[in-house]
């Protein structure tokens, strides 16, 4: 049934309904040789040897990033430090989910869940960010995003030994 107004959306049109809805996950994956394992422990226990600091850092390239009990966790060469996020959901090694909020406060905080699958090449690594609405400027969250995690990943994939993974990636 149509609106009596003509100008009015249509409550069950797919293109108001578009209008309303949160914004898209942003979903990127990689593969990286080897057992689940071995992919988890290379994201979670060595991130500080293969995150981009230099470009997706508080602190930038002297700084250190760990996962340290429930806390994803960047230290400055001078001690100061800055929390990424909180992680809610720890399954080693198949996945974790945190609440994301690196260079800003939990109050304004995305949801990051990555997942690790074997497959016949070695393991499927996917990353699910999403929570736009909890971002301060979620368009423009989303989209910092959207170009950032294909070059933390690829950073990442290299890192893993992975052949394909362009050498570009540190930009």
Do not use: C, K
């Given at each position: 049934?149509s ?50 600091l ?49 260079g ?30 909890g ?29 394909d ?5 540190l930009?």
């Amino acid at each position: 049934m149509s609106s009596i107004f003509s100008h009015a959306q249509d409550p069950f049109d797919d293109a108001g309904q578009r209008a309303t809805d949160p914004l898209e996950p942003v979903m990127n994956t990689v593969v990286v040789p080897g057992p689940v394992a071995r992919a988890f422990a290379g994201f979670t226990d060595h991130t500080h040897l293969w995150w981009p600091l230099d470009q997706h850092g508080v602190y930038g390239a002297g700084s250190y990033v760990e996962f340290e009990e429930n806390l994803i966790l960047e230290t400055a060469d001078d001690g100061r430090t800055s929390i990424w996020g909180t992680l809610d959901d720890w399954q080693p090694p198949l996945s974790f989910h945190a609440s994301w909020h690196p260079g800003t406060t939990a109050l304004w905080s995305t949801e990051l869940l990555v997942v690790f699958r074997a497959v016949d090449a070695g393991t499927e690594v996917r990353v699910f960010h999403e929570g736009w609405e909890g971002a301060e400027d979620p368009a423009a969250a989303r989209q910092g995003y959207a170009e950032a995690w294909p070059l933390i990943l690829d950073r990442y994939a290299r890192f893993m030994g992975a052949e394909d993974a362009p050498d570009d990636s540190l930009g």
